[in-house]
Every structure is written in structure tokens, then in C-alpha cells.
């Protein structure tokens, strides 16, 4: 590891801390501030020539300051004569924006990917993509982590929930949450989410028998909350026993963390992947599970030019 460098931007210093542990390599001397007109200006501290450098920046909120602070990194890298650049993007925002879902309108998740690839990368390592094809919007090999396992060993050692039951939140969060119920042994139901017209409330439909069953919602992100607390209410309503849930990320803006905290969820656990606000902190049924351990393995190995796909094997 010793032509390895990780450098860390502003978004979630203690994810890139641990990663950076788990290697055993510090992290890389870098100034990643703001002029007073608040333009992102970065220096990098120490001789990067010809070495494997991973730059470690969620794209979460604020995210154009932090997609912008990775860009420059990216090209402060490239200038310095760096060997290989890995974009390390544990949230990866503007996912969601993966399609044309009404006319008119952009396809932002590809432009970020261009933007990144253009700026100097020359790989990309993610975890939990909102959508699978977003991995080619990159031209340049992509890396996409699940936190699946760090759930699985979790439920497993903390959880032990009796007669649990893996939901999926929605029908497009079907195959995600089947892979989880598979590991765990554990059977399946989706929660089926419809608007008969504008301006009248949902109606939730639970497709699968959830009566006396501890419940396992599972997404990749939790946003505002709305969705995740009324599947909570409407699983109760079905006889769940308990409902918990098990997000990748948590973005939870605005009043999203005092919904969860109100909410009938018995527990929201997250990976760390988005640092953590005061009110997500404070909430009472908020935990974390740390996904630095699996993100610094997959650098070591891509370090080491080894597999990163026997990681889920």
C-alpha cells in the first residue's frame, strides 16, 4: 500500500477516517476550503506523483458543494501527475434522476457521470446505485458496492428477529429486497403504493401475509421518510408484529428525522455512507452500521488489481 494515497473531501470526514484505518494508510495531507466568495479551492499536500490515489466525498447535501469539491479534487489529482484516480462515492446523488420520467426534462445522473469522467477519474467505486444501469453512464470501469452483507451480519448479530419478513417498500424495490430476504431465509411481501388521483392520499396495499410476522423494510434511500413510516402503519394494520427498516442511505432532509422519530418504526438503521445531521443523531429509533470496513476492503483490492465482485460472492 505504500503508492496509495486516500484523500477525503468535506462530506463525511469520519467515513474516509475509518476507511482509511481499515487500509492502514493515513489520509492524505489536503486544504479543501472556500474563498470568500465561497468558489472551492484545493491544495494537495504532499507528492502524489505516480501513485494510486482514492478520493473519498459522498455527494450528499449540500450536494452541488460536494459534487463540485470532488471535481476539483479529481483535477487537482490529475495535475499533480497521479497514476490512477478512484472517484470513491460512497451516496452517489443525482441518482434518482436516471430516466425522462415527463418531457422535457434532464437525465442529470449521466451528466454527473460525465462530469466526473471528464474532470479525470478513471474509476468509479459506489455503493448501492438508486438504479443498476447507472453503472453504464460511466465510460470508465464502475464498481457498485452493496451494504447487503453489512445488513445480513447485522440483523443476524443485533436484530435476531424471530419470524421476520423481508418488504420491500415498493414494487421497484423488489429485487433489492429479495436478495436481502435470501440471505436472511426469510420469506417476502411488497407493499404496493397507489394514488388513485391528484390530491388523495395513498393507498398501500400489502402483497404477501405479514399477520405476526417481524417485519424488515428494505430500500436503498430514505428521504423524506413519508413512504417508509406509512408502509410502517400500514403493515401494523396488516398484523405485523413489528416493523423495522434497513436503508442504505440516509438523506433524510428536512423534517424527515422527526417523522422517523414519530413514526411506529421500531428501529431505522443506516450505514454511514451520509454523515449523520444533530436531528438524525437525536432521533430515538435511528442507528448506524458502519460500511467502512466494506468500502476500505474493496479499495485494498482494487489497490491490489484483486476481485472486487468475490467481496458478494
Known amino acids: 500500500m505504500a503508492a496509495m494515497k486516500i484523500l477525503a473531501g468535506n462530506s463525511n470526514r469520519a467515513l474516509a477516517e475509518t476507511i482509511a484505518a481499515y487500509v492502514g494508510v493515513p489520509l492524505c495531507r489536503a486544504q479543501v476550503r472556500r474563498f470568500a466568495d465561497m468558489e472551492v479551492f484545493v491544495e494537495i499536500q504532499e507528492n502524489v506523483?505516480?501513485?494510486?490515489?482514492?478520493?473519498?466525498?459522498?455527494?450528499?447535501?449540500?450536494?452541488?458543494?460536494?459534487?463540485?469539491?470532488?471535481?476539483?479534487?479529481?483535477?487537482?489529482?490529475?495535475?499533480?501527475?497521479?497514476?490512477?484516480?478512484?472517484?470513491?462515492?460512497?451516496?452517489?446523488?443525482?441518482?434518482?434522476?436516471?430516466?425522462?420520467?415527463?418531457?422535457?426534462?434532464?437525465?442529470?445522473?449521466?451528466?454527473?457521470?460525465?462530469?466526473?469522467?471528464?474532470?479525470?477519474?478513471?474509476?468509479?467505486?459506489?455503493?448501492?446505485?438508486?438504479?443498476?444501469?447507472?453503472?453504464?453512464?460511466?465510460?470508465?470501469?464502475?464498481?457498485?458496492?452493496?451494504?447487503?452483507?453489512?445488513?445480513?451480519?447485522?440483523?443476524?448479530?443485533?436484530?435476531k428477529l424471530p419470524n421476520a419478513m423481508v418488504v420491500s417498500p415498493d414494487t421497484g424495490g423488489v429485487v433489492r429486497a429479495r436478495a436481502l430476504a435470501k440471505r436472511i431465509d426469510a420469506p417476502l411481501a411488497i407493499v404496493d403504493k397507489r394514488r388513485e388521483r391528484a390530491g388523495e392520499s395513498e393507498v398501500m396495499n400489502i402483497i404477501g401475509d405479514v399477520s405476526g410476522r417481524n417485519c424488515i423494510l428494505v430500500d436503498d434511500i430514505v428521504d423524506s421518510g413519508g413512504t417508509l413510516c406509512n408502509a410502517a402503519e400500514a403493515l401494523l394494520a396488516q398484523g405485523a408484529t413489528s416493523v423495522s427498516a434497513y436503508i442504505t442511505h440516509g438523506v433524510l432532509s428536512g423534517a424527515a428525522a422527526e417523522r422517523v422519530a414519530a413514526s411506529k418504526l421500531k428501529e431505522l438503521v443506516l450505514t454511514d455512507t451520509i454523515a449523520a445531521t444533530p436531528a438524525v443523531q437525536e432521533a430515538r429509533n435511528i442507528r448506524f452500521i458502519p460500511i467502512g470496513p466494506l468500502i476500505g476492503e474493496a479499495i485494498a483490492r482494487t489497490a491490489r488489481e484483486e476481485s472486487v465482485s468475490s467481496l458478494f460472492d
Open 49 to 159: 506523483r505516480g501513485q494510486d490515489t482514492f478520493v473519498v466525498q459522498s455527494t450528499s447535501a449540500p450536494s452541488n458543494d460536494h459534487l463540485m469539491e470532488l471535481l476539483i479534487m479529481i483535477d487537482a489529482l490529475r495535475r499533480a501527475s497521479a497514476r490512477r484516480i478512484t472517484a470513491v462515492i460512497p451516496y452517489f446523488g443525482y441518482a434518482r434522476q436516471d430516466r425522462k420520467g415527463t418531457s422535457r426534462t434532464p437525465i442529470s445522473a449521466k451528466l454527473v457521470a460525465n462530469l466526473i469522467t471528464r474532470a479525470g477519474a478513471d474509476r468509479v467505486l459506489t455503493v448501492d446505485l438508486h438504479a443498476g444501469q447507472i453503472q453504464g453512464f460511466f465510460d470508465i470501469p464502475t464498481d457498485n458496492l452493496f451494504a447487503a452483507p453489512v445488513m445480513v451480519a447485522d440483523i443476524k448479530s443485533h436484530a
